[in-house]
């Protein structure tokens, strides 16, 4: 009898152990892309025990109910050698994108600031000094950074983004830096889909990642300086524009397919 009790105890144990792995996946796949300005962040960040299982029960939602929208999204810069490379590939391959810009390098290099204006492509603020520890600012410190960095880049571009639009540096954010980006009027801006390009990859690497992860709609975070984004640039564009999809910048993405779709995406690996 103790040996069958102990077998459903450590069956029951499996299961909670189960159960809880599942509802905490559940609680990551609903890690927002975008946080508006509107939007209660708490609840965003920080979904409550019905949403959780509501959404695992449910499953990803169907392709036909997602539009397939991909936008490219590039932080930091801009930079000398890296950004016109990129800007070229872009060009070459007629594809619009979102710049997230810090300011004080747009400032160091204002005709590169400019020349992404001029090409159409969308700009965002990714703060004046791109602070290492910006999850530990202060609402004052979070809108200051935010605000300098709005007046660097209207110096370049008229672009309604940079006073609307920001993305945290380094990813780095807590419920008290939304809230301050929020009272500035921005929405925060996140992603679907983060290849890893921060960190050293192969092209071949990006293009496998970005493709089995592909989601509809898809916010995908690149980073300006680096030469294997660039490379992979072709094929990934190609791959994704056989599948159906269009590109399309950050900004255009959310009006079309609403922060709803962009934040509950289908799966749809290429």
């Given amino acids: 009898m103790r040996r069958v009790l102990a077998g459903i105890a450590l069956v029951a144990a499996g299961l ?3 159960a809880y792995r599942e509802y905490k996946h559940a609680g990551a796949l609903m890690v927002p892309a975008v946080i508006g300005r509107e939007t209660d962040a708490a609840a965003a960040l920080s979904p409550g025990v019905g949403a959780r299982i509501a959404r695992l029960l449910r499953g990803s939602p169907d392709t036909a109910q997602r539009p397939k929208l991909i ?3 590039f932080d930091d810069g801009p930079y000398p050698v890296t950004t016109p490379l990129l800007l070229d590939a872009l060009r070459d391959l007629d594809v619009r994108a ?3 810009l810090i300011g004080r390098d747009a400032q160091q290099f204002p005709e590169l600031a400019r020349r992404i204006a001029a090409a159409g492509h969308e ?3 990714h703060t004046l000094t791109h602070p290492e520890n910006f999850d530990r600012l202060d609402a004052a410190a979070v809108q200051a950074e935010l605000a300098g960095g709005a007046r660097a880049l209207h110096a370049y571009s008229s672009d309604p983004a940079i ?3 920001m993305r945290p540096p380094h990813g780095r954010f807590t419920l008290a830096t939304v809230r301050a980006a ?3 009027g921005y929405d925060v801006m996140l992603w679907n889909d983060d290849p890893g390009d921060w960190r050293t990859v192969t092209p071949q690497q990006l293009a496998t990642h970005m493709e089995t992860h592909a989601t509809q709609p898809d916010i ?3 980073h300006s300086g680096k030469l294997a984004t660039i490379e992979m640039l072709p094929s990934v564009v190609a791959r994704f524009r056989a599948s159906g999809y269009s590109f399309v910048t950050a900004g255009e993405l959310l009006r079309r397919a609403g922060a709803a779709a ?3 995406p289908a799966k749809h690996p290429l």
């Fill in 16 to 18: 909670g152990y189960v």
């Fill in 71 to 73: 936008a490219l999204t």
């Fill in 98 to 100: 979102t710049f997230f």
């Fill in 123 to 125: 700009i965002g603020d």
């Fill in 163 to 165: 006073a609307a639009m």
């Fill in 182 to 184: 929020q009272s500035a």
């Fill in 220 to 222: 995908v975070l690149l």
């Fill in 262 to 264: 962009v934040n509950d």
